[in-house]
């Protein structure tokens, strides 16, 4: 099935997408400021940059896409028909960077905590802030 852009409307729209300060992202920073939480954004000197670092918790937080990270059995997955072949292989890329990242990282000594962004939308909302908020604070 061919795309239903031109080359250059399709460059164009994936120039147009963010790897950082997305919404989602604001989003989680916003809420845990406002919980009273201080963290650091992207900290270079961490392996994979995460998003969120609570040096105080020793826990690093990354909010996933749904589909730049391909979220098994979530209903925002979806494989683009067209050019399979690279998309599964980029995603797949994707997926055992993050993995080899978050074994590091555990490895280092740091707790790993991923929340998705089908786990940002309205209907779970605060719902799974107010959960990643606990499991950020109740560290063992």
């Known amino acids: 099935m061919p795309d239903v852009h031109s080359k250059e409307t399709r460059s164009y729209n994936m120039s147009c ?3 950082g300060n997305t919404k989602p992202e604001e989003v989680v ?3 845990l400021y406002s919980c009273g939480l201080r963290y650091r954004k992207n900290d270079k000197r961490l392996l994979g940059k995460p998003d969120l670092v609570f040096p105080k918790y020793r826990t690093v ?3 996933h896409g749904c589909f730049w990270h391909k979220h098994d059995g979530c209903r925002y997955f979806v ?3 067209t050019n399979t072949v690279f998309w599964n292989e980029k995603l797949d890329s994707n997926r055992n960077r993050d993995e080899r990242i978050s074994t590091q990282l555990r490895a280092d000594g740091w707790r790993v905590l991923t929340i998705w962004e089908c786990e940002l939308k309205k209907s779970v909302l605060s719902e799974s802030l107010e959960q990643l908020y606990r ?3 109740h560290y063992c």
């Open 135 to 137: 499991d950020i604070i």
């Open 79 to 81: 494989l683009p028909k």
């Open 29 to 31: 920073r916003k809420y």
């Open 17 to 19: 997408i963010r790897s």
């Open 61 to 63: 937080v990354f909010v």
